[in-house]
Each structure stands twice: as structure tokens, then as C-alpha cells.
């Protein structure tokens, strides 16, 4: 499913808006401020071209990087950027995603596209320190976080198998 359904979201939409995210994360990497901008561009791009089998993680649910100093300037960069972005553009183009994904969402066949649609919705809102992985990494990676939570909390080593 995951193949045929990329086939058909590339041809008949995909393609063009993963152009459309590739020109403008190229145009923000001409300026040093711009930066975050067009590496989240970029993301937006790899989940525009081919939606299914991807999810969306947090940069920091990858790295598992603790709160350091560098970490937490990036972050507030990151959280300050997110900001602008929403109030510009992020508002625009979440709705056009969200209204797109209520139209597919008429109609059963067209249901998946629905749901792809909501997702690249929440990216485009706020996608500064997302990262587009596929699915099996982004359970792996929510698996082993929440056993090391868990470890946090009762203190001690917890019997849970640790994902891969």
C-alpha cells in the first residue's frame, strides 16, 4: 500500500509541491538567518514527495542529547523561528493542507490521502527541529524513550525489551 499510495500522491500533486519546498529551503539557505528555515524546507519536501511509510519526530527524540547549552540555544532559536514561521506562512499553509485533507476525506477510497494531508498540516505549522523518518524508526525511537522514562521514574532498570 505504502508504494502504490506514494506513486499516486506523487503524480497527482506530490511532485509539485516538493518542488515547491525544495525552491524555498534552497532561496532560505541564501541567508545565514534563513538557515532553519531550509533545512525543515527540506523535511517538508522529503514528506511532500512521498508521504506514506514516513512519520514526523522531534530532533531531539533522535539524538537522545539531553538538555545542554548548546541544545538549548538551538532550541529557543529553533522555538523563535517556529513562531515567525507560524505567523507568516505556517497559518497559510495549514490550512490549505488541513482543507485538503477534509476534501479527501469525503470519500472512502480517498481517506489515506486524507490522513497524509492532516499530517503534512502539523509539519508546515511548526517544522523548525522535525525530522521525517519512516515509521518503524519513529516507533523505535518513541519504544526506547519511553522505557528510558519509565527507567526515570521507578529509579531502577525496568524489564522492558529496549527497541532497536
Known amino acids: ?32 538567518v534563513g538557515l532553519p528555515l531550509s533545512r525543515a524546507a527540506f523535511e517538508m519536501a522529503k514528506l511532500s514527495a512521498f ?17 545542554t547549552a548548546v541544545t538549548a540555544l538551538t532550541g529557543t532559536i529553533g522555538f523563535i523561528v517556529n ?6 506562512f505556517g497559518v497559510g499553509l495549514f490550512l490549505g493542507y488541513m482543507i485538503a485533507g477534509i ?3 469525503i470519500f472512502i477510497i480517498t481517506i489515506p490521502f486524507g490522513l497524509q494531508s492532516f ?11 522535525r525530522r521525517v523518518v519512516t515509521k518503524e524508526l519513529a516507533n523505535a525511537v518513541r519504544q526506547q524513550n519511553a522505557v528510558e522514562k ?9 524489564n522492558l525489551p529496549a527497541a532497536v
Open 103 to 105: 476534501i479527501n476525506c
Open 51 to 67: 508521504p506514506f511509510g514516513k512519520d514526523v519526530v522531534h530532533v531531539r527524540e533522535l539524538d537522545g542529547k539531553g538538555t
Open 119 to 129: 499530517k503534512l498540516a502539523g509539519l508546515s505549522f511548526w517544522p523548525v527541529g
Open 150 to 158: 519509565l527507567e526515570r521514574i521507578r529509579g531502577k532498570k525496568t
Open 1 to 32: 500500500m505504502r508504494f502504490v499510495g506514494n506513486i499516486i500522491w506523487f503524480v497527482f500533486g506530490g511532485a509539485i509541491i516538493a518542488l515547491g519546498w525544495l525552491i524555498g529551503g534552497a532561496l532560505a539557505a541564501l541567508t545565514i
Open 83 to 88: 513562531i515567525i514561521w507560524a505567523c507568516t
